[in-house]
């Protein structure tokens, strides 16, 4: 406390920021920040008008909706928590695959030439320009039948092998054949699959200071003393490591949390996530922006509470 | 071209003439008449803009002015916050049926029309002239059916609809629309419970969605967007579903392996309608243009390049059987519509349990 107390004059007085011009940017940040979200929340409190659209009001009827079903009391129906946790488990699968594929990408850049680390760089952040879309687009045709991943396995005799071995009603089951060919759309694995690889480079970006400030003589210096290599990972890269690591978790995951594109393409509709249903109740056929706004605001509070409790677990450590 | 160079000197001198010719310009501009006109974007709004305005201000002098709207009641929220603004972003607005019921409810965004300046709508189908409390608001522009359509390669045409819900043939293999008014649920109605009607009681939506519960297992793909089907049938991934006639019978053209079909419970129609906003000062105008979009002529230039079925009968229009067919076939099943908006909110979460549920 003392410390911090001691070093935060110095800090001031180097950026002495007049009163107005502090005053001016609270202010353009709670034009651009906080007022979208009151907005969100005033209507999340309207009220459907059936058949019609919807006026301000003060009810908790979307929020009912949202966790106990439109039809409450007479009937429980949990669609919408349902939605919310699919949300939640991509956004948390796709962060983790990104990161588990990135780690070693990241740490493998980091031990090339200067020359080399620059070009891969370069060429990772050209990639970030790919937009959701273009990846959803390319990923759809690399998964279809005729033009892709099916038709390779087919020609390769894949398939065959696989209705022959009578893996079919299985494949089947898992959203993955239908019965003349395999198929991976629509179906979480092609939603994982996309959104694993949207975020990959960030991914790869987010590890790639971290990584390359480690001092490379602790690990040379486990090793010496005899720790084989995945100890040396284990106990001396990772730990040091450990908080951009869960810091870059937190921002994959609240990405992912808003992917669209991936989840109207991908995704089986038993399977789909929130985002989809806000964008349906807000510009859909029913006009129902309460409904969209109380699910947005619910998304909201849910990300907000994993990044704190992710974030307490990670300073508790 | 060393002549042709900015200068300040210039610049200022081909200003001065430049708001001459606007001052002399500007009387003749308040003269001549114009509409803005909306419409879908795309192709769609690209052949209005092509075939049918031209078309519209030979005939009457009048100029159109094209504005893209979205397919659906999202352009209300546009049109009601313009109307609060003061300023309409187009007269004249093309909507589909549920959008106009749902628009006649909201209430103060349609402008009731004066029926005897539009004399050519007498001659269509009255069902396409809506008439709510306020007067005549909407005049039908055109129609279109989303039809059942299966890969001819894979399947035999088949009777009936309710041969898609044979898993033997059918499993993981059909493409149909997500949105619960998409007008599936009329067509289950159609087949299964004696009619669209079934859908205007809670307990006839209920027995509808059930029905496409079962349908379930064969759903390889619930689309959202045309494009979603369209590289589905195009790439094998479906081999059946449904999807909009027209454009079937242009992929089908360009020979990709798909056929629209008409079984016997035949296809849900829908429709879209002009419609003149609330705030617009060109009702005369408007009207013009009702009228020429309701004249034979008019139907059957927007079938032909346009792919919309006309709404009148084949033999009012110039249409041979073959174009004919190519927009249009029966039986048409007229979707349930007051249903959608009645039970606005249990149909759609009906539907949304009933498309969670694995």
Not at chain 1, 80 to 107: D, I, N, T
Not at chain 2, 207 to 212: G, H, S, T, W
Not at chain 2, 216 to 221: D, E, M, Q
Request: aromatic fraction near 12%; charge should be negative.
């Amino acid at each position: 406390m003392s410390v911090a107390a001691a070093e935060a004059p110095p800090a001031a007085a180097a950026l002495p920021a007049p009163r107005w011009g502090r005053l001016a940017l609270t202010g353009l940040v709670a034009l651009l920040c906080a007022a979208p979200f009151l907005l969100v929340l005033v209507i999340s409190f309207g009220e459907k008008v059936e058949g019609g659209s919807w006026t301000w009001g003060l009810t908790l009827a979307n929020y009912e909706r949202f966790f106990l079903g439109h039809d409450w009391p007479n009937a429980l129906s949990l669609v919408y928590p349902q939605r919310l946790w699919f949300s939640v488990w991509y956004a948390a699968l796709g962060a983790a695959f990104a990161l588990a594929l990135a780690f070693p990408c990241a740490w493998a850049i980091t031990r090339r030439s200067r020359r080399t680390q620059a070009a891969w760089l370069a060429f990772i952040l050209a990639s970030l320009s790919l937009s959701e879309v273009f990846v959803v687009m390319g990923w759809d045709v690399l998964l279809s039948r005729n033009s892709g991943l099916p038709a390779w396995l087919k020609a390769l005799g894949v398939t065959d092998m696989l209705k022959d071995g009578g893996w079919f009603p299985l494949l089947i089951e898992w959203d993955l054949a239908n019965p003349r060919d395999l198929k991976f759309k629509t179906s979480g694995f092609a939603t994982l699959l996309a959104m694993t690889y949207i975020v990959f480079p960030y991914a790869v970006i987010l590890l790639y200071p971290p990584l390359s400030r480690l001092d490379p003589s602790l690990a040379e210096a486990a090793r010496t003393m005899g720790a084989r290599p995945w100890k040396v990972m284990r106990t001396v890269v990772l730990p040091a490591v450990r908080l951009p690591l869960i810091g870059s978790a937190l921002l994959l995951f609240v990405y992912l949390l808003g992917a669209y594109v991936a989840v109207t393409v991908f995704t089986p509709p038993e399977k789909q996530t929130l985002t989809v249903t806000i964008y349906d109740a807000v510009r859909g056929q029913t006009l129902d922006a309460p409904f969209g706004a109380a699910q947005s605001v619910v998304l909201l509070a849910t990300a907000g509470l994993c990044l704190w409790a992710a974030a307490r677990a990670g300073v508790r450590r | 071209m060393s002549d042709f160079r900015f200068t300040r000197r210039g610049l200022l001198r081909t200003g001065a003439a430049a708001t001459a010719v606007a001052a002399i310009g500007a009387p003749a501009l308040a003269q001549s008449r114009s509409l803005k006109v909306g419409s879908y974007g795309g192709y769609f709004e690209n052949s209005f803009k092509q075939h049918v305005y031209p078309a519209f201000t030979a005939a009457t002098g009048i100029e159109v002015e094209s504005v893209t709207q979205p397919n659906g009641p999202d352009w209300l929220v546009t049109m009601q916050q313009a109307a609060m603004a003061g300023q309409v972003p187009a007269d004249v607005s093309l909507y589909g049926r549920e959008t106009i019921l749902k628009a006649s409810r909201i209430g103060g965004l349609l402008k009731p029309l004066d029926v005897s300046a539009i004399p050519a709508a007498g001659a269509l189908d009255p069902y396409f002239v809506f008439e709510d409390a306020t007067g005549v608001v909407g005049v039908g522009a055109m129609s279109w059916f989303v039809s059942m359509v299966v890969n001819p390669d894979e399947v035999t045409a088949p009777e009936s609809w309710a041969e898609f819900w044979n898993s033997e043939v059918y499993a993981s293999s059909l493409g149909v629309a997500r949105n619960y008014s998409s007008n599936f649920l009329d067509v289950i109605a159609a087949t299964f419970l004696g009619g669209p009607e079934a859908l205007n009681s809670r307990d006839g939506i209920v027995a509808a969605v059930e029905k496409a519960a079962e349908l379930k297992p064969n759903v390889a793909l619930w689309w959202s967007a045309e494009s979603q089907m369209e590289q589905a049938m195009k790439n094998g991934d479906v081999i059946g579903g449904t999807y909009y006639h027209d454009v079937a019978g242009l992929m089908a053209a360009d020979g990709f392996p798909i056929a629209s079909i008409f079984p016997k419970e035949g296809n849900p129609q829908n429709y879209g309608s002009w419609c003149l906003a609330e705030g617009s000062e060109k009702q005369a105008e408007a009207q013009a243009f009702m009228d020429f979009s309701s004249q034979p002529e008019t139907q059957a230039l927007m079938s032909r390049m346009i792919g919309t079925a006309p709404l009148l009968d084949r033999e009012k229009t110039d249409l041979t059987e073959a174009e004919f067919a190519a927009v249009s076939g029966a039986p048409a099943i007229r979707p349930a519509f007051e249903a959608y908006l009645e039970h606005e909110t249990f149909m759609k979460e009906t539907w949304e349990a009933m498309l969670a549920s694995s």
